[in-house]
T-cell receptor, first 113, second 112 residues
Framework: GENVEQHPSTLSVQEGDSAVIKCTYSDSASNYFPWYKQELGKGPQLIIDIRSNVGEKKDQRIAVTLNKTAKHFSLHITETQPEDSAVYFCAASTGTSYGKLTFGQGTILTVHP | DADVTQTPRNRITKTGKRIMLECSQTKGHDRMYWYRQDPGLGLRLIYYSFDVKDINKGEISDGYSVSRQAQAKFSLSLESAIPNQTALYFC???????????FGPGTRLLVL
């Protein structure tokens, strides 16, 4: 089955700096890669996603890049703010898995004012 | 997401007890999922259901069972709770865009 590895497990940055979280996946058939943000005491919420026919996607301060050849994808957050502090999860899904997601281990991002 | 609710939000139980966690959704979605979250392990799929008559095991279903009482309700049961089932449990749903999942607020379970 699919295996998703996520790094780093913790990331600490100063407000205004950029943050990058990286994930690798094992199943070359995976074609959908979402990122979820989990704030304290809440469930994960989708913040951005990318499909395998696209190399990069941006939404304001966040962007995701995908390298299908290397089987890795990354989340980039620019101009970080304290409210970006949360746990971030990457995930992967294949077209034949009927919506089932395999999640990475999570990254605790702390943005210091 | 307020459209997906979980009860209880917190629960303490003892080893050997049967416990049920409930999930309800008002999103009209057909697909529902139960996940378990442990520190450093991410979210792992326990069971999933694509409609009322469809139940499927996920990667860590041992020791758990589920019931899909209606399109909007999906319950997770621990038949005989054990301490290593102490975790944060999440329910999720997805609809027409099947890969996009919407999570409830979670249930924190402590098994003593």
């Amino acid at each position: 089955g699919e295996n998703v590895e996520q790094h780093p497990s913790t990331l600490s940055v100063q407000e205004g700096d950029s943050a990058v979280i990286k994930c690798t996946y094992s199943d070359s058939a995976s074609n959908y890669f979402p990122w979820y943000k989990q704030e304290l005491g809440k469930g994960p919420q989708l913040i951005i996603d990318i499909r395998s026919n696209v190399g990069e996607k941006k939404d304001q301060r966040i962007a995701v890049t995908l390298n299908k050849t290397a089987k890795h994808f990354s989340l980039h957050i620019t101009e970080t703010q304290p409210e970006d502090s949360a746990v971030y999860f990457c995930a992967a899904s294949t077209g034949t898995s009927y919506g089932k997601l395999t999640f990475g281990q999570g990254t605790i991002l702390t943005v210091h004012p | 997401d307020a459209d997906v609710t979980q009860t209880p939000r917190n629960r303490i139980t003892k080893t050997g007890k049967r416990i049920m966690l409930e999930c309800s959704q008002t999103k009209g979605h057909d697909r529902m999922y139960w996940y378990r979250q442990d520190p450093g392990l991410g979210l792992r799929l326990i069971y999933y259901s694509f409609d009322v008559k469809d139940i499927n095991k996920g990667e860590i279903s041992d020791g758990y069972s589920v019931s899909r009482q209606a399109q909007a309700k999906f319950s997770l049961s621990l038949e005989s709770a054990i301490p290593n089932q102490t975790a944060l449990y999440f329910c999720a749903t997805s609809g027409d865009r099947k890969e996009t999942q919407y999570f409830g607020p979670g249930t924190r379970l402590l098994v003593l």
